[in-house]
């Protein structure tokens, strides 16, 4: 195929997505012989301008510490994963990325899990859209809140075709299929491992959709021997550490990683033990790129980015390079643990803390409150 310019930033080993300076990439020894048939990245000058007819199109909307994908099949059918937003947000990312698809229909809508970041607008797309089918998760009631109530009372009201999909089981949408490989333990209390994982495949390319799910349900994943190769990765929960492990992407293998997450975020996502896993990954971070779009005629995916952004890369370049010893740092950073029941979280060095099977796990005080739990007299 026609090459065309690439733009890389390589930095601590990850090659992050340049958006606008101009590098020769660097493969990892995950990429295939065929690599050379993939493709070429653009810079925002061609971004609203990119012909998607005919191909199957992939737009990771920049929602800040949130997430959001739509999915537009090559004969036009539309399947949005997840329509998150930042808490207190001004702006609607979501809701202009709809308006922009030049429909009031979507075929397929999939609320990952129940965390407000993934679903805050889903009451607003279904008061304007016509949704033909809605996958979510079944949280056998471990989880609630006023968002996910509302989300579940506009389903109703709207009379949207609902699915708890099992696990594994499969879909298609005009010749695009796709696979449900997550939830894979129906008992966990962690509402993140609920995420709907989904695997989707257009002739010889793959993506793989993983929401907010961590560990736990990566290792579920592979011991059950799901099929996890992809050559597209979106990153789990916004690049936290506790996700995204050595093993699962040594199983999913992925030639480009796409994580989702806003600047300055409270959390320190992408975390760098993260970013030192993908290493020798092209890594692409909204915060950074804007909007990222992947189109794929089901043999060659081109990639196209919002910003032309030099100042993001400087900035990125800068906190890898203040941050040379994070992931020493991640490694020692506490963790809050809180009672599913009480609504408290601990610190993990607590005295009181709940027992297994009722404890959820947090990466800061911020996430915990987040989540409407209160703080036990033991967190400073």
Known sequence: MNKKRIFALIVSGVILSGCQLEAAPRRSSSYSENAENSRGVQNNRDFQDIQTEGLLSVKYIDVGQADSILITTPSGSHMLIDAGAELGAEEYPVREALSAMGSDSIDIAVATHPHYDHIAEMDYVMENYDIGTFYLPDTEDSYTSKTYTAMLEALEENGVTTVYPDVPSEFELDGVSFEILNPTDNETRDCNEYSLVIKMTYGENTFLFTGDAG?????????????????????????????????????????????????????????????????????????????????????????????????????????????????????????????????????????????EENRAYFSSKEEALEEGYKAHSCVE
């Open 215 to 355: 560990s736990q349900s990566e290792y579920n994943m592979i011991d059950r021997g799901f099929d996890l190769s992809a050559e597209v990765l979106k990153v789990g929960h916004h690049g936290s550490a506790y996700s995204t492990t050595r093993e699962f992407l040594d199983e999913v293998q992925p030639k480009y990683a796409v994580i989702s997450c806003g600047k300055d975020n409270s959390y320190g996502h992408p975390a760098e033990v993260t970013l030192s896993r993908l290493e020798g990954i092209e890594t692409y971070i909204t915060m950074d790129c804007g909007d990222i779009i992947i189109t794929s005629d089901g043999e060659n995916t081109e990639i196209y980015t919002e910003e032309e952004n030099e100042e993001a890369l400087t900035e990125t370049a800068e906190r890898e390079e203040e941050n040379g010893e994070a992931e020493e740092a991640e490694e020692t950073k506490e963790t809050y643990i809180g009672n599913i029941n009480s609504k408290v979280f601990h610190s993990e060095t607590c005295g009181s803390l709940p027992n």
